[in-house]
């Protein structure tokens, strides 16, 4: 079983950035796709960016050339780099394994506020 603890949230203004960091512990890790879901208040939790174990990509359409994946396999760590952030970025941030559907439990996920 792995456990995920994500970080690096907060607030920050129109086109601003951010670096999300998620931290897995467990060995599935490495052997694991990495997904960042994000759900913002009455929306459901969607997928916006997923790396395989071999730093395959792929992002969705409303953050594709904003955002980028990346993963440090000797880190156990993830990280989701968000620039030119929008107000509909606006949500609290998660990671699971899986490439497009999550195979673990949640983490408490972390708050990225763009304000306007």
């Known amino acids: 079983q792995v456990q995920l603890v994500e970080s690096g949230g907060g607030l920050v203004q129109t086109g601003g950035s951010l670096r999300l960091s998620c931290a897995a512990s467990?060995?599935?890790?490495?052997?694991?796709?990495i997904g960042w879901y994000r759900q913002a208040p009455g929306k459901q939790r969607e997928l916006v960016a997923a790396?395989?174990?071999?730093?395959?990509?792929n992002y969705s359409a409303s953050v594709k050339g904003r955002f980028n994946i990346s993963r440090d396999n000797a880190k156990n760590t993830v990280y989701l780099q968000m620039n030119s952030l929008k107000p509909e970025d606006t949500a609290v941030y998660y990671c699971?394994?899986?490439?497009?559907?999550?195979?673990?439990?949640w983490g408490q996920g972390t708050q990225v506020t763009v304000s306007s």
């Open positions: 699971n394994t899986g490439w497009s559907l999550p195979l673990s439990s």
């Open positions: 467990g060995s599935i890790f490495r052997s694991s796709s």
């Open positions: 790396i395989t174990t071999i730093g395959i990509t």
